[in-house]
């Protein structure tokens, strides 16, 4: 009786044991071995707060909806993550700019015409471990330009992070309130 393996030559078995080893190397990275061959080595462990930059909030209300010390719910790239602590509001209304009575001067001042309209900055703190790359919390790396959505009880936004530091911000003030153009 022959050998179903007698008609292979040398190139069959080396073509099907390329198919095998290729599709072993398929199903790890499909399983997510990669992160722990490929792992960017965690150097420490350490506070991170990053703001967040919200233009154009409409809001009717005279109540501000992030509060400091409040916790508020984060997702990263439609990632929903966990709820983080807010350490900082700064809120300014809609500005435009007019020109001056000295022809080429200009100077920001309230839209009379949009009163509702906000930017907003919200600073939140979280534990990230710090790689060579940056900051990472709940497996994303956080950076300037990287959406996040904050959510409350009353709200819901979506924003870009605007600032990333590693200890607390020496310019943080708590809940300025520029409504009357005040600066």
Same mark, same amino acid.
Do not use: H
């Given at each position: 009786? &022959?050998?179903?393996?007698?008609?292979?030559? !040398?190139?069959?078995?080396?073509?099907?044991?390329?198919?095998?080893?290729?599709?072993?190397?398929?199903?790890?990275?499909?399983?997510?071995?990669? !992160?722990?061959?490929?792992? %960017?080595?965690?150097?420490?462990?350490?506070?991170?707060?990053?703001? +967040?930059?919200?233009?154009? $909030?409409?809001? /009717?209300?005279?109540?501000?909806?992030?509060? $400091?010390?409040?916790?508020?719910?984060?997702?990263?790239?439609? $990632?929903? =993550? /966990?709820?983080?602590?807010? /350490?900082?509001?700064?809120?300014?209304?809609?500005?435009?700019?007019?020109? /001056?009575?000295? &022809?080429?001067?200009?100077?920001?001042?309230?839209?009379?015409?949009?009163?509702?309209?906000?930017?907003?900055?919200?600073?939140?703190?979280?534990?990230?471990?710090?790689?060579?790359?940056?900051?990472?919390?709940?497996?994303?790396?956080? !950076?300037?330009?990287?959406?996040? +959505?904050?959510?409350?009880?009353? =709200? &819901?936004? %979506?924003?870009?992070?605007?600032?990333?530091?590693? &200890?607390?911000?020496?310019?943080? %003030? %708590?809940?300025?309130?520029?409504?009357?153009?005040?600066?």
């Amino acid at each position: 009786m &022959k050998s179903p393996f007698e008609n292979f030559k !040398k190139a069959d078995f080396a073509i099907v044991g390329g198919a095998v080893l290729v599709l072993v190397v398929l199903i790890l990275a499909a399983l997510g071995a990669n !992160k722990y061959f490929f792992k %960017t080595p965690v150097l420490e462990e350490r506070d991170v707060y990053f703001s +967040v930059f919200f233009r154009g $909030v409409t809001i /009717t209300d005279n109540q501000v909806p992030f509060k $400091v010390g409040e916790r508020t719910f984060i997702t990263i790239r439609n $990632v929903p =993550y /966990t709820k983080l602590y807010i /350490t900082d509001v700064k809120f300014d209304p809609r500005r435009i700019l007019l020109e /001056t009575e000295k &022809k080429g001067n200009y100077q920001p001042v309230v839209d009379i015409s949009e009163p509702c309209l906000f930017d907003f900055i919200v600073t939140v703190k979280d534990r990230a471990k710090l790689t060579e790359d940056g900051a990472v919390i709940g497996g994303n790396k956080v !950076k300037i330009g990287i959406p996040v +959505v904050l959510e409350g009880m009353n =709200y &819901k936004l %979506t924003g870009v992070i605007s600032n990333v530091q590693l &200890k607390m911000p020496s310019n943080q %003030t %708590t809940q300025q309130n520029n409504q009357n153009g005040n600066q």
